[in-house]
C-alpha cells in the first residue's frame, strides 16, 4: 500500500483553499453520503465555501432524509469543478474525494476518467480520504485507513486527532455512514469498533433514531421489500464451498423501479443466513451490463474474488459490474472465478 499524507498536509490544505468541491459516489450509500455531508458542515463552520453534488440517485429512503438535503443532485464532479473555477479566479480548489476507491468511481462511474479530467487548471488539488482496501492512491494527498468500519471512522479519527469540533449536525452525518456500512455495528471485523464511535458521536449530539433508525431501518420502500423477497426465492445454494447467491434479470429491475443504489442493497438480504460463509447477488442493471456484490462472514476474502472481476472493496464487502454480459454469462464468469480463486481467498 502507497504511504499516507499526514493529516496536518491535508488540512493544511482546507485550510489555504477558496473552496471545496465534493461527489457522492456513483451509486451512492449512507457511508458516502454521510462523510460528504459531515464534511460540508465542517467546512462552513469554517467559513470555507462549498459544494457537493451527485450525479446518481440514492436509495429512496435516503433520499427522502434530511442529509439528503444538502447535495445538489444532477451536476457531474467536472460541472462543479468548473463552476467553483469560474466563482473563485484566485486560490486553490480542493477536490475531496470520500469513500471512493478509484477515480471512475467519483459521481457517475467513467473508466475512461483520468487525474486530468477533474485537475482542470494548476489551482485544483485532489484529497482522497477512505477506508476500501482497494483504493488506488489517485489523489495529490490521500489518506486510507482499512481498519475503519466506514469512510465516517476514518473522518471521525483524523478530527479527533486534530481536536477539531464536531457539531452535532457532523456527528449525525458521522453515524449515518458508521451505521450503514457496519450494517448497524453488525459486521465482522469492524463492529466492536463502529460500536465505540457510535457511542462517541452520541455524546457529541447525534440523532441516532429521529435522523438514521427511523429513516434507514424502519422505513424501507415497499419496492425494496419486494427485491429482497424476490433475491431470498431466487436463492441457490453451494453446500461445498458454503457459499448461496441469487440472481435478478433487468425486466425485474425495471418492473421494480430500482435505481443503481437501491440494487446494491440487495445483498443485505442475503448476509447472516445460517449455514453460508459467504453470499453473492448478481443484478442484471441495463442490457449487458450486471452488478455483483459479495458478503463475507469472517474466513473467505470476497475482496479478491471482485478484484479478479475488475471491482474491489474490503475483505468481507465488494462489488464489481461486468460489462457486455448477459445475466447467465456473468453468473458463469463469476462461479469460475470463484473456483479458481477460493482455495487462495479462504483464511483457516
Same mark, same amino acid.
Request: proline residues 2%; aromatic residues 8%.
Given at each position: 500500500?502507497?504511504?499516507?499524507?499526514?493529516?496536518?498536509?491535508?488540512?493544511?490544505?482546507?485550510?489555504?483553499?477558496?473552496?471545496?468541491?465534493?461527489?457522492?459516489?456513483?451509486?451512492?450509500?449512507?457511508?458516502?453520503?454521510?462523510?460528504?455531508?459531515?464534511?460540508?458542515?465542517?467546512?462552513?463552520?469554517?467559513?470555507?465555501?462549498?459544494?457537493?453534488?451527485?450525479?446518481?440517485? /440514492?436509495? %429512496?429512503?435516503? &433520499? $427522502?432524509?434530511?442529509?439528503?438535503?444538502?447535495?445538489?443532485?444532477?451536476? @457531474? +464532479?467536472?460541472?462543479?469543478?468548473?463552476?467553483?473555477?469560474?466563482?473563485?479566479?484566485?486560490?486553490?480548489?480542493?477536490?475531496?474525494?470520500?469513500?471512493?476507491?478509484?477515480?471512475?468511481?467519483?459521481?457517475?462511474?467513467?473508466?475512461?476518467?483520468?487525474?486530468?479530467?477533474?485537475?482542470?487548471?494548476?489551482?485544483?488539488?485532489?484529497?482522497?480520504?477512505?477506508?476500501?482496501?482497494?483504493?488506488?492512491?489517485?489523489?495529490?494527498?490521500?489518506?486510507?485507513?482499512?481498519?475503519?468500519?466506514?469512510?465516517?471512522?476514518?473522518?471521525?479519527?483524523?478530527?479527533?486527532?486534530?481536536?477539531?469540533?464536531i457539531s452535532a449536525e457532523m456527528a449525525?452525518?458521522?453515524?449515518?455512514?458508521?451505521?450503514?456500512?457496519?450494517?448497524?455495528?453488525?459486521?465482522?471485523?469492524?463492529?466492536?469498533?463502529?460500536?465505540?464511535?457510535?457511542?462517541? /458521536?452520541? %455524546?457529541?449530539? &447525534? $440523532?441516532?433514531?429521529?435522523?438514521?433508525?427511523?429513516?434507514?431501518?424502519? @422505513? +424501507?420502500?415497499?419496492?425494496?421489500?419486494?427485491?429482497?423477497?424476490?433475491?431470498?426465492?431466487?436463492?441457490?445454494?453451494n453446500e461445498e464451498k458454503r457459499f448461496?447467491?441469487?440472481?435478478?434479470?433487468?425486466?425485474?429491475?425495471?418492473?421494480?423501479?430500482?435505481?443503481?443504489?437501491?440494487?446494491?442493497?440487495?445483498?443485505?438480504?442475503?448476509?447472516?443466513?445460517?449455514?453460508?460463509?459467504?453470499?453473492?447477488?448478481?443484478?442484471?442493471?441495463?442490457?449487458?451490463?450486471?452488478?455483483?456484490?459479495?458478503?463475507?462472514?469472517?474466513?473467505?476474502?470476497?475482496?479478491?474474488?471482485?478484484?479478479?472481476?475488475?471491482?474491489?472493496?474490503?475483505?468481507?464487502?465488494?462489488?464489481?459490474?461486468l460489462e457486455n454480459a448477459s445475466l447467465?454469462?456473468?453468473?458463469?464468469?463469476?462461479?469460475?472465478?470463484?473456483?479458481?480463486?477460493?482455495?487462495?481467498?479462504?483464511?483457516?
Open positions: 500500500m502507497s504511504a499516507n499524507s499526514s493529516a496536518e498536509e491535508i488540512f493544511d490544505l482546507f485550510d489555504n483553499a477558496k473552496c471545496v468541491v465534493m461527489s457522492l459516489h456513483s451509486s451512492p450509500d449512507g457511508d458516502s453520503l454521510g462523510a460528504c455531508v459531515a464534511m460540508k458542515h465542517y467546512f462552513k463552520g469554517k467559513n470555507l465555501a462549498v459544494k457537493v453534488v451527485s450525479h446518481d440517485l /440514492l436509495s %429512496e429512503n435516503l &433520499a $427522502e432524509s434530511a442529509f439528503a438535503e444538502e447535495v445538489e443532485f444532477g451536476p @457531474s +464532479i467536472e460541472q462543479a469543478i468548473e463552476e467553483a473555477l469560474a466563482t473563485h479566479k484566485q486560490g486553490h480548489i480542493v477536490v475531496l474525494a470520500l469513500d471512493t476507491a478509484s477515480l471512475e468511481m467519483i459521481g457517475k462511474r467513467d473508466s475512461d476518467r483520468s487525474l486530468g479530467d477533474l485537475k482542470k487548471s494548476e489551482r485544483v488539488r485532489v484529497v482522497n480520504i477512505d477506508h476500501h482496501l482497494t483504493n488506488t492512491f489517485y489523489g495529490d494527498l490521500n489518506y486510507v485507513d482499512v481498519e475503519e468500519p466506514a469512510c465516517c471512522g476514518v473522518l471521525l479519527s483524523l478530527l479527533r486527532a486534530r481536536g477539531e469540533r449525525s452525518a458521522l453515524l449515518l455512514g458508521i451505521c450503514t456500512d457496519s450494517g448497524f455495528f453488525s459486521y465482522w471485523p469492524h463492529a466492536e469498533k463502529a460500536l465505540k464511535e457510535g457511542a462517541f /458521536l452520541l %455524546e457529541m449530539g &447525534a $440523532e441516532y433514531y429521529d435522523k438514521i433508525v427511523r429513516v434507514v431501518r424502519n @422505513s +424501507i420502500p415497499l419496492k425494496l421489500a419486494k427485491f429482497n423477497a424476490l433475491l431470498i426465492n431466487n436463492l441457490r445454494v448461496a447467491y441469487s440472481t435478478c434479470a433487468f425486466e425485474e429491475v425495471k418492473t421494480l423501479g430500482l435505481n443503481d443504489a437501491e440494487v446494491r442493497l440487495g445483498v443485505n438480504a442475503l448476509v447472516g443466513i445460517k449455514g453460508f460463509e459467504f453470499v453473492f447477488t448478481l443484478t442484471e442493471i441495463a442490457r449487458g451490463k450486471v452488478k455483483g456484490s459479495f458478503r463475507s462472514q469472517e474466513k473467505v476474502d470476497v475482496s479478491l474474488f471482485a478484484k479478479a472481476l475488475g471491482g474491489g472493496g474490503h475483505k468481507t464487502a465488494a462489488g464489481f459490474i447467465e454469462e456473468a453468473e458463469k464468469k463469476v462461479l469460475e472465478v470463484i473456483g479458481e480463486n477460493y482455495s487462495h481467498a479462504r483464511e483457516e
